[in-house]
């Protein structure tokens, strides 16, 4: 794509926005929200979209549909962060795989690099365009103090899709692809960064103001095996677009990480580290590097429960980072079943002064 480097165009911007403001170092008290799949299936006025275009994979490719969804959430909570409504596998989609939905199955790909070259693949990377678009479109309509999130899958998690062509729980396959031809791998891994670094400058020039790097099966691979595909690309990623883009906050969420955390946090230097439910946050304010700011981690079914058990979950969190930058968000993505009302108590209970 050939962008050239620069400063992200909002910049500026940090002054009005808590959230970008945390994610570039400052507290905050209360903490800026937002919650991954915030934009999704437990809002009534998502699923009618839905249904209205016809499926999934519609909708991201529906600018304006995707702006919308995008921006429902911010209209009914108010959230600090509006995150772009789009998903991890549009890259393999647009290095050259085919890509559905199966109804109650999940995504899938085709050709399956277990079974196929990579270079068979004939890359089509006017397939992103209409993610810009909904950047374009969703920053003309954002209010001023939210921030715009944009993301990508980083390179292990879309590796694993893209050599089983769906999702598994143990990722065997790209995990046995790995030690048996690490070099057939590699060549994997770095086609996906080279695409996410240009797919990332462009959401940014489009208009988000900070990045995440959603890496949700980092917690299947040794920790041999994490330096070589999770932290080194992402490192890549990271040092690239921020000699491009140097104001542009990176987020790193490597799902599942533990006790890879703070050698994730060290050697990726991203600007901010996602934390799932699984990690103590106090044991993350001890163990993190000083000052680096923080996301999550409510469990999603302490949401789902709510009452005692959410004003307690909720409490704990936030005094286990007493003077760290906080960003409050979930552990991992919003259920569906998750009670609108419930939404709004936590909203309730982070505002409170």
Known sequence: MGFESGTSPNAEASLNRPLLSVL?????????????????????????????????????????????????????????????????????????????????????????????????????PERLAPVYETVRLVRAQLPAETTLLGFAGSPWTVATYMVAGQGSREQAEARRMAYRDPAAFQAIIDAIVAATVDYLAGQIEAGVDAIQLFDSWAGSLSPAQ??????????????????????????????GAGGKLPAYARETRVDALGLDETVDPRWADASLPEGLPVQGNLDPLALITGGEALDQAVAAIRAAFPTRPHVFNLGHGILPDAPIAHVERLLQLLRAR
């Open 24 to 124: 570039r170092g400052e507290r905050r008290d209360p903490p800026p929200v937002w919650l991954m799949r915030q934009a999704g299936r437990y809002l009534p006025e998502y699923r009618a979209l839905r249904a209205e275009k016809g499926g999934f994979l519609e909708l991201v490719h529906d600018s304006e549909a995707a702006a919308e969804v995008t921006l429902q959430p911010i209209r009914r909570f108010g959230f600090d962060g509006a995150i772009l409504f789009s998903d991890i596998l549009v890259i393999p989609h647009a290095l050259g795989q085919d890509l559905w939905f199966e109804t109650g199955e999940g995504p899938r790909l085709a050709p399956r690099l277990v079974d196929h070259l990579l270079a068979n693949l004939t890359a089509a």
């Open 226 to 255: 994490f330096e070589r595909w999770v932290i080194a690309p992402t490192v890549t990623i990271v040092e690239t677009l921020r000699a491009r883009y140097p104001s542009t906050p990176i987020i790193g969420f490597p799902k």
